[in-house]
């Protein structure tokens, strides 16, 4: 069993010109989103995985400048292969908006077949990011597909030919919002666009493009107990499920799916646990208005807040502060807003119950 960084120790070679581009470089490509180009790029600058592997070394960047543990070695591998070590980077971009709840981050990467990586980075480990997320249970357009929109607008207008889109997570999510929203001169350059797991979108703006021609280019990969990426509404018509290490939630890691040579090692049917929680959770949106979807992401965000730490990690860190501190924020809640928040976990776990239902009878 091999992931990523096998393939790119046994591919580090191989240029695109020897070996066309194949939907592991596009997964490769996706995790590069993650890395920390925020303390890499200054201003304008365009940079090689090379120029910027080194100025990474050299900055002695910490453990808290990184999202996986596998990524600095994804990093070096990238910077020693024939294949990525000069592909330019440039147009990287990222925002947290905390009034907007807004995490976005894109970058391209240039290719040596001429075409145009459009990545967009899925949920770090933010307050602000994972809110967005659940904000999209009950807006139809969040912040980051608004600001996916202007950054591929913006990507075609400067750069002439092929686009590729593609993410992980959130960002696969932003990828297809994206693609199918933009401008039809843009959808007739895109090449393909892949969705690593991410999830679909609301069920206005899935009824608005659903039978869309540019479906055609879109790919969906899922790791077989999938979770997230079937949150919400998106063609699943040609899926690709993949096997993975992990269990549980933790497939969402794409290190721990699993490949063979430059292909995926492919899974027969979804997990038992992905099939009751994707129909539990759809049978709880239908159920559950949006207004009481959001007062209730709010309240949960708004305990989370009064921590005033910024990240998941800063949260576990200060465990024995942030613990007495969350204790207070709950017993201040009123009345009616821990009604709300109830009676969604009532109506979750009753969705769960009724899906294991079904389940077992089948």
Known sequence: ?????????????????????????????????????????????????????????????????????????????????????????????????????????????????????????????????????????????????????????????????????????????LAVYSALFTLKSIQKRILEVDNFDGPGLSKKMYEKRKNHEIYQKVRIYYPQNSIIGRFLYQKERDYILIQSTKKGIYQHDLYSWQLLGKDFICADDFDRQSEVIEGAMNDFLEKITPSQREECVNVIFEVLSSTNEETFHDLSNNWLKNTSVLIKAISKIDIENKKVVLDSLKAFMNAVFEELKEEKER
């Open 1 to 173: 069993m091999s992931n990523i960084i096998d393939y790119l120790q046994w591919r580090k070679d191989l240029t695109f010109a020897q070996d066309p581009f194949n939907a592991i470089d596009s997964l490769i490509l996706s995790r590069a989103a993650y890395l920390r180009w925020e303390y890499i790029f200054e201003g304008e600058e365009q940079y090689t995985f090379q120029k910027a592997y080194r100025k990474y070394e050299s900055d002695s960047l910490n453990d808290d400048k990184i999202l996986a543990d596998e990524d600095p070695q994804l990093f070096f591998l990238l910077a020693q292969s024939r294949r990525f070590q000069n592909c330019i980077i440039s147009n990287f971009v990222c925002e947290h908006q905390e009034e907007r709840s807004l995490q976005f981050c894109a970058l391209i990467f240039h290719l040596e077949d001429h075409t145009h990586y459009i990545a967009f980075r899925g949920t770090d480990n933010t307050l602000i990011g994972w809110k967005e997320n659940l904000n999209m249970c009950f807006q139809d357009v969040v912040g980051s597909q608004k600001a996916a929109l202007r950054y591929i607008r913006d990507a075609a207008n400067e750069h002439r030919g092929k686009l590729r889109l593609g993410g992980h997570s959130k960002g696969g999510n």
